[in-house]
Structures are given as C-alpha cells and as structure tokens.
C-alpha cells in the first residue's frame, strides 16, 4: 500500500473517532462534528481517485484495508471497537459519499441504544456483519463432553458423505431440500471443530473422480467452517456459512453426467452448460423452504471472483458476500488438493503459492491470508 493512502486513512479515521467523542461530549448538531465529517470525506474522497470503492475488514480489533493491516493506533483500535460493537466487521465506501452520510454514521455509533441489527441507510456506505449471537440448533446425538479421535472424524465425514449424496438425490426428484438433515451434517462438523481442529482438517483425502461432487461438498463445507471460526464467527451465522457451502454446487445435480465426469478439459460448448450451474443452483434454491438466503447467494456468487472476471456475468460494481469469497477460496484449494483422472493432486506448499498468487485478482486478499494462516497453524501443529 503507498504511504499516502495509508496516512489518508488514517487521517479519515481519526477525524470519524474525534467527532464520535465530540458527539458524545455536546451533540450531534455541534458545528464541530459537521467540520470533522467534512475533513473525513475529503480524505476518503482523496482515496477514491484511485479505486472506485474501498473495503475496509475489522476482525478482533484490527483494520485491514487493501491486504494490509493498519499500525496498531488509538483512533484506529478505537474504531475498530465501536464497529465490532455494532456487530459491523466490514465497510464499503462508494464514491460519491458526502459528509452528511459520514454524520449518519456518526450518529450510528454515538446511539448505542439502538438494536444491533439496525444499520444506517447510506447509498455510499455498506455494511457486513461477520457474527451473531443465536446459537445454531444443537445435535444431541453428539456428546461435546466424548473426545473424538481420528477414526471418529473420519466415520463422521464419511457418514456425512452419505447424507448428503441422498438429500442430493432426493432433491433431484422433488425439487427440495431436507434442511434438517443439512443442519445435522454442520452441526456435527461444528461441534468436532470445536474439539479437533487439525485432526479434522487433516481429513482432506485424495479420492476418485466419481465421488467427487459429494466429497468436494463436504470438504468445502469444512474448510469454510474453518475459516469462518478462525475469524471468530459463531452463532447461527456460521451455521448457514456450512450450509452454504455445502449447497454451493448444487446446480450440477442437474449437469450431464458426460461433461461432470469428463475426464480432460470440457470444449467451449461443454463450459457454456457447465457456467450454468450457479444460477440454476440459486434458481432452485429460491424455492426450497427453509434455505438460508446466504446459501442462495453463495450458490449464485462462487465463481464470480474477487475481480468478478467469472462466471455468472454481474454489474462492475457488484459487492460479493464474504461467504462467497471464502467458498470460492476453499472451492481453489480443495480442487487444487484433488486427484483427477487428468491431473495430479498439488502438494500442500504449492497450493500455498498458488492462493498467494491468486490473492487480490481472483481471491479475496485478507480471507486468503487468514485461510493461509489458518493452514500454517493446521500444518505446524504437534
């Protein structure tokens, strides 16, 4: 990142933090306040000369804007806190914001009485929340207090294999999907992952090429739910996160076998069919009741891209969910670590290098680096 957006942002930052306090100090009509907004905007509108929006991701107090974490700061930290308490974890910035939506804002973080859920209505400001507090419906076939070893994980993941083979059949012929058999597979993925972590991401196998739209569904669904947890998500949010990633390819229930198991690269006729399967998967997503909506977008935003030169075709300024982006990270690196019949698995280092390279035009930078960081931990563990 050059210096001088960096020092803009901070800048922006640090006149967004004084007018919280100068809001709390006298009011919200104070002249002051109207006089920071403005410096902010103007920094923030100094930024937008070179990009047309900016994404700025709040995790466990900390900034990161373009891949890059901002020095640790007062007025940086203290942001950071009152977005995390607000249950914001990501801004986008748009251009053409003014100083009146900065003032909304303002407002946004000075009323703390206000329900969690409710966000100010900005058309150049947007805003994600990466966690939530109901808890997901709870398995009790599973005993959180039983340790699990790896011939238990690996009987879970592969009864998990099963039911999802059969509610994919199943909706196949009925056109709906068994979510309480979707929920009982996460939920028992969720609650291994609270007890063993690396022995469960280490049950990433090599497998044939006939199992593998099923067992490529789970091991998305598990690389998302590590991720996600990695980042401190929980609660219900995290729930449909594993949800959605196992029904992210659910379109190709309805690809011809002959193109899915192709054994070699698919001509130009075969990939128009096959860059049919997000919007046909979102399509029957729709009508199934009781699907989360992050799955119906998830299905529909996988293979967009960070840079949206994917498929489906989307407006320019198409902002994806972060469940996309860290689906369509385990999607690469699950299909990089996969035995084809036309190719050979990549080994764990080079599928590192190759998310590295990947990171900031097809991969979303600052979930690549924490789905990497993530696997440095997995790999270094004793």
């Keep these: ?39 902010a905007q103007r920094c923030f509108e100094n930024l937008l000369r070179e990009r047309t929006q900016l994404s700025l991701l709040i ?12 020095p640790p700061g007062l007025h940086s930290q ?13 801004i986008i910035i748009s251009a053409g914001l003014d100083s009146d939506e900065l003032g909304e804002l303002v407002k946004f973080l000075v009323q703390t009485d206000q329900p969690c859920g409710v966000q100010p209505a900005c058309n150049h400001l947007r805003f994600e929340t990466l966690a939530v ?31 999802l083979a059969e509610l ?70 995290l729930h449909d996160i594993g949800i959605a990633a196992l029904l992210h390819d659910i379109g190709k229930v309805h690809i011809p076998m002959e193109i899915l198991g192709k054994p070699g690269k698919l001509d130009e006729k075969e990939w128009v ?14 009508d199934c009741p009781g699907v989360p909506q992050l799955a ?5 935003e996988h293979h967009l891209r960070y840079n949206l030169s994917g498929y489906p075709a989307v407006h320019e300024q198409w902002c994806q969910h972060l469940c996309s982006h860290m689906t369509t990270i385990a999607d690469t690196y699950d299909a990089l670590r996969t035995k084809r019949p036309y190719k050979e698995p990549q080994p764990a280092d080079e599928c590192a290098a190759i998310l590295r390279k990947l990171a900031g ?11 990497l960081c993530l696997l440095d931990q997995v790999t270094s563990a004793p």
Aim: charged fraction near 20%.
């Design 59 to 70: 995790v466990e107090g900390e900034i990161l804007f373009e891949d890059f974490p901002l």
């Design 273 to 286: 069919i096959m860059r049919q399967h997000p919007i046909k998967g979102a399509r029957q997503l729709l």
């Design 133 to 163: 507090d109901e808890a997901p419906p709870q398995n009790k076939s599973l005993d959180a207090s039983l340790p699990i070893d790896a011939d238990a994980l690996q009987a879970l993941k592969i009864n998990s294999h099963g039911r």
């Design 168 to 237: 994919f059949k199943t909706f196949t012929v009925q056109r709906t999907i068994k979510m309480a058999g979707l929920t009982e597979i996460v939920t028992g993925f969720i609650n291994a992952f609270n007890r063993e972590v690396p022995s469960l991401l280490a049950l990433m196998p090599l497998r044939a090429m006939d199992e593998y739209t099923f067992t490529h569904g789970i091991n998305v669904c598990l690389l998302n739910l590590a991720q996600a947890m990695h980042l401190g998500i929980k609660g219900a949010l």
């Design 361 to 371: 035009r097809e991969l979303h930078p600052q979930l690549t680096a924490n789905f």
């Design 1 to 39: 990142m050059k210096r001088a957006s960096l020092v803009e942002l901070q800048n922006a930052i640090r006149h967004l933090v004084t007018a919280v306090a100068n809001a709390r100090l006298y009011n919200l009509d104070h002249p002051q306040i109207k006089r920071l907004c403005e410096a």
């Design 78 to 90: 203290k942001f950071a806190r009152l977005m995390e308490q607000r249950r914001i974890n990501r």
């Design 296 to 300: 119906i977008v998830t299905a529909f």
